[in-house]
Every structure is written in C-alpha cells, then in structure tokens.
C-alpha cells in the first residue's frame, strides 16, 4: 500500500506526528477515497487496527459488498446521519480505539475547506482528554476525484500536524479551533 | 599504478566520481567547521543527493542491465508526474489522457531494452503525438482543446522520449575496438551534462557580469556560459576513453552537450516562470524537483545520441 500510494505520488509530511500517540481523532479535509488510504498508510502498525475511519453509510451503506469491503479492509465505522450516530463513535473511544473523521461531511472542492458539521465539537467536548491531529491533503482530488474510477498519478501531499487537544469549551468554539488549526497547517511550510 | 591500467573504462569513470564526491563533501565538511552558514548546507544536502544519484547509477551499471532500463524508466515518470501535476495548461478533463500518456512510458522503454531502433525513434513523436490528440476528440469538449493537444505531447517529450535516449545508448550494438560500450557513452554524456551544470555554476559566481537572459534565469551569465563551455570541452577530451571518439569528436561532443545543457535548462526554467514556481517538487533533497536535475539532460541526452549514431552508426 504504501509503494502504491508512492508510485501514484502521494507524500506523506511530518508523520512522526503519530509517535507516542496512543488514542487519538485525526481531522482532515477531504477530496478522494485517496484520502482515507493515505491516512492508513500514515499510521503506526500499533494503533492501525484501532483506528477507525468514519464514513456516511447513505454511500458505503448502500450496497452490500462495498460495506463489506470497507469493513474488511479499512475498519470503517459507517455511520448513518440523523441517526444516533454520534453514539456509535463514543463507543468506539470510550473502547481506547481512534477515529479518522472528515468533518466536511462529504468530499469537497479540491483546495477549498467546507465548513465542519459539529460532530467533531461533540466527541473533543466529551473526551477532553483526547487529542485532535489535524491535517491538511492537497492533491488528491486530481488522483481520484469524485465520480471517477481511475486513479492517475498526481502529486499530492499529506500534511500530519501535531496533536493537541482542544480548549474551547462550547462545541462551536471546538469546531471553530480545529478548523483554524487545518488552514494554518495549509498554509505551513515548515514540514 | 599496474592496478590503474588493469582496470576497465567502466572502474575507472566510477572510481573519478567516487573520487569527486568524496573530495566535495570532504570539503563542505571542513569548510562547515571553519565557517557554518547557509550557503555550505545548502551546499552539503546538494552532495548528498549526488550520492544518491551517483549510487543509482553505479548499481546500474555493474548490476543486471535491465535495472538500468527500469531506473530511467521510473526516472521518465517520476518527471512526467511532476510536470503534469504543476501544468496549469492541462484542464480537468484531461486526466483519462494523461493516464495514457503515462502508460507510453514502458511501452518505449520497452523498445529501448529490445533495441527496436524504429519503433523507439517514432513511437512518441508520430504515435502519442497523435494518439493524444486523438483521444482527446473522442472526449468531445473542444473549449482549450487545442492547448491540451500540445501541451501533452511536449510532456511526453521532454520527459520520456528525450531521457529514454540515455537507455538506449545501453542497447546500441558493440563496436570494434572499443570496450566500454554503450555504459561508457551513458556515463560520459550524464556525467558531463552535470559537471556542466556545475561549471557554469562556478564560472558565473566567479565572473559572472553580463546576463544572458535575466526575465528567465538571473543567474546565467556569458562568462558562467563560455566558462562552463571550456572546462567541460576539456573535461570531454579528459573522459575520451569512454567513447569511441578521436579527440576532435570528442571537443565536438563536449561543445554540444554544454550548449544543449544550457538549452535545456533554460526551456524548463521558463516552464517553471510560466508556472510561478522555483523549484519544480521536492523529490530529491535539495536538488529542487525531479526536473531541475534532469531539465539539462532532457535536450542534451537526445542530441548527444544522434551525434554518436551519426558518428559511430551511421
């Protein structure tokens, strides 16, 4: 996978950002299915299998072998919206497993940052002592966008943050944090 | 000394590399002990991707050939990817094409290791260059059509068709009289292509005065120009026995990799302007892209060749 995600032109920045992280919720921005693989590859072998990728199950859910598929291989949570949700993930934290969400809801404009749904406020409000690891993907969206089949080769970039945990206290001041957060990283060059 | 002649034309170019790199970062080393600054480092993580690229090309050459066919070949599409990921010029649309462009790359390296010399010279220049433009039709928006017809095609140019002409100087037939075959003229254009490079470099910090082209790159000068011209004439005839050239094709030779270089470099560097971009990627440590290092060689190795299968086969 991760030869694969090379070869397609993925880079993955700072991803030492993971090292001594034991339970974390990775925040990203999202263009392509690309984005949850390179997220996996990024991880450490040890927190892997606890790390679970959020997904809506209205696309995922819809047919019964793509569920399968993304519970076999990605460990996906498929969450239903409207629903009770919410509660499926705290379970999962509450277990000491991790999350990747993607906080736009659905893949967005490549480059563009949609505004958060406030799921993400929920969960860092619940679990303050959790920490969020923003980041920031550019470039995926032309590998595989949205409505295509055929992955071409790109360069894209994976910009891992480090972790922090949130101090607002309200859910709107948390999403607000986070989603500051993800833009300075965009705009940084250091990693 | 015995040892020295016993060796091949092959050891002996290696063991000059060796003998330079080990020589500059020896020298960075103590000049960053004497006097740190930005300029050494940047001069120092420079040496260490010629390590890199030096190693590369060593093991290839010693190695099973076919590994050398595979590194330029990922070396095309490495080059191909970056130019295609900062091209403004190609539209949305065009990336089921570009798929296409990229699956050319093991389809000519495939007729430079096979050494099917026809096939090699027009696949990309009469098949991609119609190929792509073709394709492009049966998708059927013709808004920018035309720019996306051409601007492909050059890609594929300048990045697979020029560099697969450095494999295929490994596929050229044996010659009477001369051992080092076709790894000796393989070494000799890349590495005097970028000791071009360097000459020009150096000439133009020490002399440098009147610019070539100051709107496309500020740092050429004349003097860089003629400088990096006349040491690397004279580093060609010094490196004649690796080619099967008398001295006089050699200086030859020497002029038109040093004059093709700096065509070379200067085309991607107005690339790169076009693009509001310096450095093209990151991909090798302080080396800027992947294009920056190869931008050179890109119109030097197709020129080169044809000056030797004109010399040598023709």
Redesign the interface.
């Known amino acids: 996978m991760p030869i694969l995600l090379k070869l397609v032109?993925v880079r993955i920045r700072n991803q030492n950002a993971f090292q001594g992280q034991n339970q974390f919720i990775v925040v990203a921005n999202h263009n392509s299915h690309i984005d949850t693989m390179a997220l996996l590859a990024s991880l450490p072998i040890r927190v892997l299998m606890k790390t679970h990728p959020v997904a809506t199950a209205n696309y995922f859910g819809k047919k019964k072998w793509l569920a399968f598929i993304s519970n076999l291989f990605v460990n996906t949570v498929l969450i239903k919206q409207k629903d009770n949700a919410l509660q499926l993930l705290e379970e999962k934290l509450k277990k000491g497993h991790s999350l990747i969400l993607f906080p736009e809801g659905t893949r967005g404009k490549p480059g563009e940052l949609q505004a958060f749904r406030s799921g993400i406020g929920v969960l860092l409000q619940a679990f303050p002592h959790i920490p969020f690891i923003p980041v920031w993907i550019e470039?995926t969206g032309?590998i595989l966008?949205k409505g295509?089949f055929?992955p071409?080769?790109?360069?894209a970039e994976v910009k891992i943050g480090a972790a922090t945990l949130a101090t607002g206290t309200s859910v709107e001041a948390i999403v607000v944090e986070v989603q500051t957060t993800i833009l300075d990283l965009r705009r940084s060059e250091s990693l | 000394m015995q040892y020295l002649k016993d060796m091949t034309e092959i050891q002996q170019m290696i063991l000059v590399i060796l003998g330079v790199l080990v020589f500059a970062t020896t020298l960075f080393w103590i000049w960053k002990k004497i006097k740190p600054g930005p300029q050494v480092d940047e001069l120092m993580t420079r040496t260490k991707s010629w390590w890199v690229m030096a190693s590369i090309f060593t093991t290839a050459a010693i190695v099973h050939p076919a590994i050398s066919f595979i590194a330029f070949g990922l070396l095309s599409f490495a080059a191909l990817r970056e130019l295609s990921s900062i091209s403004k010029s190609a539209r949305i649309e065009d990336r089921s094409v570009i798929f296409w462009a990229y699956l050319a790359v093991p389809v000519q390296y495939f007729f430079a290791y096979m050494g099917w010399f026809a096939p090699f010279a027009v696949f990309i220049p009469v098949f991609m260059f119609t190929w792509i433009p073709f394709v492009l039709v049966l998708k059927g928006h013709t808004q920018d059509i035309a720019r996306s017809m051409s601007v492909i095609p050059t890609h594929l140019m300048l990045t697979v068709f020029s560099i697969s002409h450095l494999a295929y100087l490994l596929s050229l037939p044996e010659l009477p009289q001369f051992n080092a075959g076709g790894r000796g003229l393989l070494l000799f254009v890349v590495f005097l292509t970028e000791m071009n490079d360097v000459f020009q470099f150096t000439w133009g910090k020490l002399l440098g005065r009147h610019k070539i082209i100051e709107k496309i790159s500020p740092n050429k000068t004349w003097e860089g120009f003629i400088g990096g011209l006349l040491s690397t004439i004279g580093a060609a005839i010094l490196l004649r026995f690796l080619t099967p050239f008398t001295t006089l094709e050699a200086l030859g030779a020497g002029l038109l990799i040093a004059c093709m270089g700096f065509v070379g470099d200067i085309i991607v560097s107005a690339i790169k302007r076009d693009f509001g971009l310096k450095d093209t990627g990151t991909a090798i440590k302080g080396h800027g892209g992947i294009l920056d290092r190869i931008d050179s060689l890109a119109i030097s190795a197709p020129f080169f060749f044809y000056y030797v299968y004109l010399i040598c086969y023709w």
Do not use: N, T
């Open positions: 032109g470039g032309k966008p295509s055929l071409v080769p790109f360069e």
